[in-house]
Every structure is written in C-alpha cells, then in structure tokens.
C-alpha cells in the first residue's frame, strides 16, 4: 500500500473524511453500522488497514479486543494519539496480505471501505489470510463500493483531488467502477461476481449483501 504510506497517511488521511459530503458521511455510518451487527461483547476483532483508528472507537465499545493494523507508520502514529484513551485496542504495522498471527485467533475480521482494493495486494491471498486467523465460526467482512454509489463516490474523490490529497482525476481513464488519478493513484471496486472468484475455494460460507445503495459486502463464515 505504498501511497497510502508515503502520500495519504496520518493527518491527511484523516482529512478525506473531514471533507466528504452528507451522502458519503451516511454511507461511511451505514457501513460500520453493519460491521458492529457482527460483534459480540467479548469477541476479539481485528481491523485490516485501520489508517489512524477512524472506527476504533466505536468497535472497542462493543468489543473485548480490537487489533488495528496498517502499514503506513504515520497513520498508526496518529491513531496512537488519538485512541490513547482507550484501553482495549492495540495498533501495528503489518502487511494485510501476510499477518503475523496465528491460526483461529479472532472472532470479527473486518476491511471495510474498500480496503480489499485500496492495498493492492495479492486479493485471494488477502483473504485467506484472514480466514486462517478467524476462529471456526467467526466472521470476515469485505466490503466495496455498490455500483449505485459511483456519483458520490466520484464527487468525494474531486473534493480530494481539489484540496491536493490526491493528483487530478484523469477523467478519460476514470469510469466503470475505478478511479485514476495522474500521479498513480488508483481505486478500483469489486463485484458480487469477483468476491464468489476470490473465495471460491474457501472452506467457508459467503454471502453478498448489499446495504444502503452504497455498499457491497462479502460476508464469510468460517468453518
């Protein structure tokens, strides 16, 4: 996830959330909404790409455990000031794709906000990965943008792209689901088509559901 640790980490990623619009606000609620339906107290949760601890807060309220990672050293450094009130959470730097845990350790995977496309990394891996360190019984939430979503979706990446978290939008490549910005940054999003490919050979149940007209969830029970 290089840009996002070298380019849109700690307080400027923080930003991208203080500028998006009421909609884009709706949607981010609706989402983690949906992830805290998945949490019971006294479940250990692990938050892939947590940035600076946005919804750590609200998952180590209904949580025993939450373990953020991410892989941008400024983010993680913002999140440990932040969240420094809060006892039952804790913030490392790992790669998503190949976490440093053991198998059948947490009862709540969640990636939400599109993470699964933002790390860009190797996808099947990414979630196998985070099968193998779910318990038996245990949730894995992946999440992406509804196809529905793509205008507002669009105005939130051009109000980026304005204040120069971003590059400019390059509008002729940009379409269909994926964003391109000129100075590399790319965001691209999964279908319900795509998310039964990459779990295909899980020994695992999944769902697609989508919420809010925003939304695309990939929801896998482990076995």
Known sequence: MPYYSEKLSGLRLKRVYDIATPRVRQYLDVELEYALSKIKPGDMVLDLGCGYGRVIPRLAKKAKMVVGIDSAIESLRLGRELLAGIANHNLLCMDAASLGFDESIFDVVICIQNGISSFHV???????????????GGIVLFSSYSDKFWADRLEWFELQAQEKLLGEIDYEKTGDGLIICKDGFTASTLSAEDFLSLTAGLDATVKIIEIDESSLFCEITSH
């Open 122 to 136: 190797d996808q099947t891996r990414l979630i196998a990965e985070s099968v193998r360190v779910t318990k038996p």
